[in-house]
T-cell receptor
Framework: AQSVAQPEDQVNVAEGNPLTVKCTYS??????LFWYVQYPNRGLQFLLK??????LVKGSYGFEAEFNKSQTSFHLKKPSALVSDSALYFC????????????FGSGTKLNVKP | DGGITQSPKYLFRKEGQNVTLSCEQN?????MYWYRQDPGQGLRLIYY???????QKGDIAEGYSVSREKKESFPLTVTSAQKNPTAFYLC?????????????FGEGSRLTVL
């Protein structure tokens, strides 16, 4: 079965500091991994994805993610957090056998304090 | 203006009533999806459709129904059989037949049962 886990319900970071939001996955074969962000009462916005190639993926709003096959992780990172980054972040994996299915993590709430 | 339009944004329903949530897109994507979001549980797939006049059950289809009479529209009906319908409902679209594409989400509809 395909799945992702976000081990932290909440991450707190001070503005200007680097941030990391963790995601681990469990898939058979090569994973197709995604990060989304959600602001209150809004839909999800796509940030970035890993399909193949370079393990460091760059995305929108200065975010990047590092794919680590040996640790089965796909952590979201940003060198310098902004207060406006405060939101709910979701990691997702696409099912290799039914590409209509995405499996989402439970979400991590990022709080960036001024 | 291109995008995905969900309506209504907020909806209140009495127990025993059916309600229909609208999802319209002009992105020309073939595949459309309905997800349910509950706090702390991530997103769960209700129904999806790859082409007109065809749709498939997702992981939590009981108590819901859909139709896909045209490419642009994929309405979701929450029936009285759904035991716990209060939730945030998200419509998404994507390319059918590809593993690498991301989903694009609407702004969501929040249903509250009184």
């Amino acid at each position: 079965a395909q799945s992702v886990a976000q081990p932290e319900d909440q991450v707190n970071v001070a503005e200007g500091n680097p941030l990391t939001v963790k995601c681990t996955y469990s898939v058979s074969g090569n994973p197709y991994l995604f990060w989304y962000v959600q602001y209150p009462n809004r839909g999800l916005q796509f940030l970035l994805k890993y399909i193949t190639g370079d393990n460091l993926v760059k995305g929108s709003y200065g975010f990047e993610a590092e794919f680590n096959k040996s640790q089965t992780s796909f952590h979201l990172k940003k060198p310098s957090a902004l207060v406006s980054d405060s939101a709910l972040y979701f990691c997702a994996v696409r099912d290799r056998y039914n590409f209509n299915k995405f499996y989402f993590g439970s979400g991590t709430k990022l709080n960036v304090k001024p | 203006d291109g995008g995905i339009t969900q309506s209504p944004k907020y909806l209140f329903r009495k127990e025993g009533q059916n309600v229909t949530l609208s999802c319209e897109q002009n992105l020309n994507h073939d595949a459309m999806y309905w997800y349910r979001q509950d706090p702390g549980q991530g997103l769960r797939l209700i129904y999806y459709s790859q082409i007109v006049n065809d749709f498939q059950k997702g992981d939590i289809a009981e108590g819901y129904s859909v139709s896909r009479e045209k490419k642009e529209s994929f309405p979701l009906t929450v029936t009285s059989a759904q035991k716990n319908p209060t939730a945030f409902y998200l419509c998404a679209v994507g390319w059918a037949g590809g593993y690498t594409g991301e989903l694009f989400f609407g702004e969501g509809s929040r249903l509250t049962v009184l």
